[in-house]
């Protein structure tokens, strides 16, 4: 079944019905399979019409009955014919209307009906008699006559052209039900794979970024190396540790973990290396620290970047001899302990600044492994939606949830800064707000997502871009298609492999569209140095111009 309502939120549909709308003066009506308007609400007063003729009848009972009967009995022959479009002659006799059918799988879905057009060939005497038939039903005939002098008469070319738009109209209903379905089907086939190559332990991921990923733990997690994990908050760097752990020989002895920003300089020193009875006020008994707790086991230190640079150098000594000394002993202690390390922070940076050590840079990054941040794997949000969902609906023991399409495209444009667990958040938060309702829709959202701007460039300016159309629309969809495909070469770094990916085409149809509109790396980059140096001319020359005036800027 198609969500009717959905369509609404469609911008290509949305415009087509502007342009049928303002060009051909025609009302655009869906029907359902079963000949009912889903775009019309007959108690809404405040709609305009764009067609005369539906502006005089719609708003009157006895001719808002004649049209919805009209549709209901248009729809039920026309989804007993075995043509996919219709022109024939509106209720009044005088009028033309065009439907095409929605179609899937050979199934009847429903139509989308174009009220109504004239054309040359209309001439007054069915004019008159559709007059006195708006007269015999109690309705004023003069303005009704008003209303279609308003109409205008189409040429032959129009008529052609009008009949592709609304043809175009029903192909886009179509081609969106079936992304639906098709995503419907995706999410339930990577649920079910979930425990597959689409997770790593508990890792969830199906895009290149994860894959990657995945790989490299399988190749880090069977050496002793020690291991640096970067990535921003919220990305899951202790997940990726204790898959690092769980997987690697040390996998039956201790996984212990520690946040390196929790503690001042002294109780972390007392954390990590333990104390002697008596070292200081509170310390009433000998403890063992974290490093002889994970001894044959794996050290979690999270947001290392937050060590004083008097505990990086002990933990320095540690990593280097494998001996350490706790806080107010004598005696040295050997521990066996592969470290993994995680911060958000940029160490070379801290390193510049000289805040963080050198050599200890270059003792825990060993192996280096770069989390990716969510914004920069998309394509797994379905997948960790489906997967969180199902978690949050499980735990408070309601039934499976559904987000509509209108909610997902809100979330896809979202850039999500709190990465995973931010949006572990947002659905928990989002099946506790839907109550007993099985369908999610965007009006819940959180606000920052809900009001969030997709952005189509990611340049050093982080501009979200926007461009205005005019013309005909063949146009108009080259131009957006241009604009793409210049601001994908740029963000990929000319990477056309990976552009083509993500466009959904081959690389030879991504080559002919870079020929086509002139975006060789090269061109692009010779016409940006002509443009600086034009600037540039032209800043001297005002500078010179300004001088010679006296005036101050």
């Known amino acids: 079944m198609i969500n009717w309502e959905e369509l609404k939120h469609i911008h290509v549909i949305r415009k087509l019905q502007q342009i049928i709308g303002q060009w051909f003066y025609a009302e655009v009506f869906f029907l359902d399979e079963r000949g009912n308007v889903r775009n019309y609400d007959p108690y809404d007063r405040q709609r305009e019409f764009k067609n005369p003729i539906c502006g005089n009848l719609l708003p009157k009972d006895p001719g808002r009955e004649m049209l919805l009967n009209f549709f209901k009995e248009t729809s039920e022959r026309f989804s007993q014919d075995k043509e996919n479009n219709w022109i024939i002659n509106g209720p009044l006799g005088f009028e033309k209307v065009f439907a095409s059918k929605v179609m899937l799988d050979g199934e009847y879905l429903g139509a989308v009906i174009a009220y109504c057009h004239v054309d040359a060939s209309t001439n007054p005497e069915k004019l008159q008699a559709a007059a006195q038939v708006i007269e015999q039903k109690g309705m004023d005939r003069e303005l009704f006559e008003q209303a279609a002098q308003k109409m205008k008469v189409l040429s032959p070319s129009e008529v052609k052209y009008f009949y592709e738009m609304v043809s175009l109209v029903s192909q886009e209903i179509t081609a969106f039900h079936t992304e639906i379905s098709k995503r419907e089907a995706r999410i339930h086939a990577l649920s079910n794979q979930l425990e597959n190559r689409y ?185 960790l939606l489906d997967h969180f969902m199902l978690k949050s609906c499980k735990e408070k023991e309601v039934p499976m949830k559904q987000i509509t399409s209108r909610a997902m495209e809100k979330i896809f444009d979202y850039q999500w800064p709190g990465n995973i667990r931010e949006l572990e958040n947002e659905v928990e938060r989002l099946v506790v707000l839907s109550g007993t309702e099985t369908k999610i829709g965007p009006e819940i959202l959180s606000h920052r997502i809900r009001d969030a701007v997709a952005t189509t460039s990611s340049g050093a300016g982080g501009k979200t871009m926007s461009v205005k159309f005019a013309g005909k629309l063949k146009d108009a969809l080259e131009e957006l298609e241009k604009i793409m495909i210049k601001e994908g070469l740029r963000r990929t770094k000319w990477n056309k492999s990976k552009l083509a990916k993500e466009l959904g085409i081959s690389r030879a149809g991504l080559i002919m569209k870079v020929d086509k509109y002139g975006l060789d790396k090269r061109k692009l980059q010779r016409d940006a140095e002509l443009a600086a140096a034009a600037a540039a001319a032209e800043k001297a020359g005002g500078s010179h111009g300004g001088h010679g005036s006296g005036e101050a800027a």
């Open 199 to 383: 997770s790593y332990n508990q890792m969830i991921g199906k895009s290149k970024p994860m894959q990657e990923l995945y790989s490299m733990l399988d190749k880090v997690s069977s050496s002793e190396a020690t291991v640096l994990v970067q990535g921003e908050n919220g990305t899951g760097k202790e997940l990726i540790a204790r898959s690092v752990h769980f997987n690697s020989p040390r996998k039956t002895s201790s996984f212990v973990t520690v946040n390196c920003a929790s503690f001042n300089e002294n109780l972390l020193d007392s954390e990590l290396f333990g104390h002697m009875k008596g070292s200081f006020t509170g310390a009433i008994k000998d403890k063992k620290g974290l490093f002889e707790a994970a001894h044959n086991g794996t050290l979690f230190l999270d947001e290392v970047g937050d060590m004083t640079l008097t505990m990086q150098v002990k933990l320095l000594r540690v990593l280097q001899q494998g001996t350490l000394t706790p806080v107010g002993g004598t005696e040295e202690r050997k521990v066996d302990v592969r470290v993994i390390a995680a911060t958000n922070r940029d160490l070379k940076a801290m390193i510049e600044e000289g805040t963080f050590r050198e050599d200890l840079y270059y003792r825990i990054n060993v192996i280096n492994i770069q989390v990716p941040a969510l914004r920069d794997r998309k394509e797994d949000i379905t997948v």
